[in-house]
């Protein structure tokens, strides 16, 4: 078995085989599998193994416009990603490296172990990424160039000498990069033949992009940059489990019947749940619970099931309340739902 690095030339070679025709433009070929790359970077913990599960799509296009449309449309759709797993990414000018092309951004978050220097506005930080009202199909030229015209650049690309901004404004920190999309136009199609015939017949030479998250890699970035000394922060987003449920105690009858009906109501409603129902202390437990770092935790115990009540705590906020076990379906219902857009 081979593990590729990337795949620009399988991919334009499927396309120069099986569409010949403009009226099959634009396309977007997505490819995820596993890659593997001996890269010089630092590896520590869950940090950038050689073999890693990778998202990569590559579009092809009629023309310069349609390839940055497409372009354009990955900026965005990957601002909005990242935004959703609670990672603040900013996109940064980059080298294009052995991939090629003459246009290449790489989308970094910020954190202290991070494997390279980024310098980046300050004004980026305060930055919202588009909504749900974002029309993909719409010029997002205007988008772009908002966040593009602060400046932002990995190390090596940044030069102190002409960097315009100096100062407080000027942010020096370490970063992760989480994503990298290239517009690199003909250097694929051309020597590989991705040509199709055009309105007038003519032979269109095809432009190309192509965009990746390395999506397990992207796992340990966001334990990178979502921790505190109790052990992970995970997102919403992104995590392995939405709730994290804790029978305080495991041979009290009422205690696992209300606990086994929650789990069973949790998982019908499509809600990822870990149950830990070992016989271990309590400290023990949510200890464990924290260090995973499960976003909910519902705590049942014997004190909480006598005045019909259990605990939630939200382990980003450390906030702690109660609910009525009677009012569990409702905040099910909306950690479901919340699961589920």
Request: with cysteine; hydrophobic share 35%; charged share 25%.
């Amino acid at each position: 078995m081979l593990y590729g690095p990337t795949a620009e030339e399988v991919i334009t070679d499927i396309v120069a085989n099986e569409i010949t025709s403009y009226r099959d433009l634009p396309k977007n070929l997505y490819n995820i599998q596993w890659k593997f790359r001996d890269e010089v970077r630092p590896r520590f913990g869950v940090m950038r193994g050689r073999e890693f599960l990778m998202k990569d799509n590559y579009s092809f296009d009629l023309d310069y416009e349609g390839a940055r449309h497409s372009y354009n449309k990955m900026f965005v759709a990957y601002l909005r990603t990242y935004a959703r797993m609670g990672l603040k990414a900013i996109p940064m000018a980059a080298d294009t490296g052995p991939i090629g092309g003459d246009l290449s951004h790489e989308f970094i978050i910020l954190a202290d172990t991070g494997e390279s220097a980024v310098f980046c506005d300050r004004a980026l930080l305060e930055m919202t990424p588009p909504g749900d009202d974002v029309d993909y199909d719409n010029d997002l030229q205007p988008t772009v160039d908002t966040w593009t015209a602060h400046y932002a650049a990995t190390d090596d690309k940044h030069d102190p000498g002409a960097c315009p901004i100096s100062g407080d404004r000027l942010v020096t920190a370490r970063g992760i990069e989480v994503g990298h999309i290239f517009y690199f136009g003909k250097k694929y199609s051309e020597p590989l033949g991705a040509t199709v015939q055009g309105p007038d017949g003519q032979t269109i030479t095809l432009e190309m992009g192509s965009y990746g998250i390395g999506v397990s890699r992207l796992v340990g970035a966001i334990i990178e940059a979502s921790h505190d000394d109790n052990g992970i922060v995970w997102p919403e987003y992104g995590s392995p489990w939405l709730v994290g449920l804790i029978n305080l105690k495991v041979d009290d009858g009422d205690c696992a019947d209300a606990c086994e009906k929650i789990y069973s109501d949790l998982r019908a409603a499509g809600v990822e749940t870990l149950y830990d129902d070992r016989d271990e202390r309590a400290g023990a437990k949510f200890a464990d619970m924290d260090l995973v770092g499960i976003p909910w935790q519902l705590t049942v115990g014997p004190r909480g099931i006598k005045d019909g009540k259990i605990e939630v705590k939200h382990r980003g906020t450390g906030e702690k309340s109660e609910i009525a076990l009677d009012g569990l379906a409702d905040w099910i219902a909306a950690r479901a739902s919340g699961a589920a857009s």
